[in-house]
């Protein structure tokens, strides 16, 4: 979602971005666990939200 404006030479718009909106636990990597003598699932980062600024000239 963004805004923008114009303004004399320039533009300015400010947006928000959400990655994994829905919390997903999605697998980054698989690491061996010598312990358990399993793989072991490491997953990425949860919701993730995101400011922006973008000037045009």
Known sequence: M???WSLRRWQL???VDVQNV???ANVSQYQWNARLLA???NESLGVLPSLGVNIEF
């Open 2 to 4: 963004d805004r923008r």
């Open 13 to 15: 718009a400010v947006y």
């Open 22 to 24: 829905y919390g997903r």
């Open 39 to 41: 793989p072991e699932a």
